[in-house]
């Protein structure tokens, strides 16, 4: 079984490698995103509660999205191992997700954390921007992204790093050169793909 929780600041592609270690490790990758939209469109009761808050423009509070997580967890797919991405964000979020696992005799293996120079993130995303007319991904923008998301994870970065699961990657370079990166440093930890069943 192998549980995973990956993380890296806007732009540092951390969705393309999400991606190809859900397929590699066969295991589904769990967002938080995704699992909102799921729930709006199969309009289930927590669905119909987020739906409400996120049409009023407001963030969906940790009780609710642990709910959702909870429920997700639960789905057959995820008995084999999971790679969340989104969650936890909080340090609630992480209680919540720790008290969670321990209940079923589990944890996090390892926590994938993409870094990239913050320059680099900006003038990518910036590039990105120009060539698909994105108008809204000002400079400013983009910095400010960067700035949400340090102030939100460093303290569960902190966090995982004092607990010895937390495996830092450099996330800059083609996209085939950080997988590689990626899939050694996980069998540098032990973690590897299932066995190819004959």
């Excluded at 057959?76 to 609630?92: E, H, I, Q, S, V």
């Excluded at 995303?125 to 400079?139: M, P």
């Excluded at 303290?155 to 050694?184: C, K, M, N, W």
Aim: glycine share 8%; proline share 5%.
């Amino acid at each position: 079984m192998t549980r995973l929780l990956i993380v890296g600041p806007p732009g540092a592609g951390k969705g393309t490698q999400a991606a190809r270690i859900a397929e590699r490790y066969r295991i589904p990758t769990i967002s938080t995103g995704e699992i909102f939209r799921s729930n709006i469109a199969e309009g289930t009761e927590l669905g119909l509660q987020v739906k409400a808050i996120v049409d009023a423009g407001d963030y969906v509070p940790d009780t609710l999205t642990n709910a959702l997580v909870e429920d997700r967890l639960q789905k057959a797919d995820a008995d084999g191992g999971f790679l969340l991405d989104g969650y936890p964000r909080t340090p609630d979020q992480v209680r919540y997700l720790d008290e969670l696992l321990d209940s079923h005799g589990h944890s996090l293996d390892i926590v994938l954390r993409l870094v990239a120079d913050e320059e680099e993130i900006v003038q990518r995303l910036r590039k990105r921007a120009l060539e698909q007319g994105r108008v809204d991904d000002s400079e400013e923008a983009i910095r400010h992204r960067q700035e949400v998301y340090l102030r939100e994870t460093e303290p569960l970065i902190a966090a995982y790093r004092d607990r010895g699961v937390l495996l830092e990657v450099d996330g800059l370079g083609q996209i085939d050169e950080v997988t590689e990166r990626v899939f050694s440093a996980l069998e540098s930890r032990g973690i590897h793909p299932p066995a190819v069943s004959a």
